[in-house]
T-cell receptor
Framework: GENVEQHPSTLSVQEGDSAVIKCTYS??????FPWYKQELGKRPQLIID?????GEKKDQRIAVTLNKTAKHFSLHITETQPEDSAVYFC?????????????FGKGTKLSVIP | EPEVTQTPSHQVTQMGQEVILRCVPI?????FYWYRQILGQKVEFLVS????????KSEIFDDQFSVERPDGSNFTLKIRSTKLEDSAMYFC????????????FGSGTQLSVL
């Protein structure tokens, strides 16, 4: 089955700096890669996702890049703000290939220091 | 914005007891899921449900677990005889169309088995 590794487990940045979180996956059939943000005590919320037919996707201060050859994808947050502090999870799925599940990474706790 | 709702938010039970966790998915969504998150660990897939039947389940989802959609709105997870290791946050999720994309998560039920 799919295995998703996520690094780092914790990340502290100064407000205004950029943050990068990296994930690798093992199943070459995976073609859908979402990122979820989970604030303390709250539900995971989808912040951005990318499919394997594109290499990069951007939404305001958030961008995701995907390298299918190397089987890794990354989340980039620019101009970080204190409200970006949360746990971020990457995930991978073989969408449309008979699978219904997302496989998550272990999460990265991002702390943005004012 | 529509949300997935879960009840109760916290459930404490004695080992060996049955528990039922309840979820109301977003009304026009077609795919329903249960995930769990043991404290400090990754979010793990339990089961997916589509067209009134289980479409996929993980190794965690053994004979002690069952799901049901008793009416047009509720989606439940039953654990027949709880074990200590079942203690976790249980998240219900739903998605509108594609099997494992654009999942919307509920706020979770924290299950504590004593």
């Amino acid at each position: 089955g799919e295995n998703v590794e996520q690094h780092p487990s914790t990340l502290s940045v100064q407000e205004g700096d950029s943050a990068v979180i990296k994930c690798t996956y093992s199943d070459s059939a995976s073609n859908y890669f979402p990122w979820y943000k989970q604030e303390l005590g709250k539900r995971p919320q989808l912040i951005i996702d990318i499919r394997s037919n594109v290499g990069e996707k951007k939404d305001q201060r958030i961008a995701v890049t995907l390298n299918k050859t190397a089987k890794h994808f990354s989340l980039h947050i620019t101009e970080t703000q204190p409200e970006d502090s949360a746990v971020y999870f990457c995930a991978a799925a073989a969408s449309g290939a008979g699978s219904y599940q997302l496989t998550f990474g272990k999460g990265t706790k991002l702390s943005v220091i004012p | 914005e529509p949300e997935v709702t879960q009840t109760p938010s916290h459930q404490v039970t004695q080992m060996g007891q049955e528990v039922i966790l309840r979820c109301v998915p977003i009304s026009n969504h077609l795919y329903f899921y249960w995930y769990r998150q043991i404290l400090g660990q990754k979010v793990e897939f339990l089961v997916s449900f589509y067209n009134n039947e289980i479409s996929e389940k993980s190794e965690i989802f053994d004979d002690q677990f069952s799901v049901e959609r008793p009416d047009g709105s509720n989606f439940t997870l039953k654990i027949r005889s709880t074990k200590l290791e079942d203690s976790a946050m249980y998240f219900c999720a739903s998605s509108p169309s594609n099997r494992n994309e654009k999942l919307f998560f509920g706020s979770g039920t924290q299950l504590s088995v004593l």
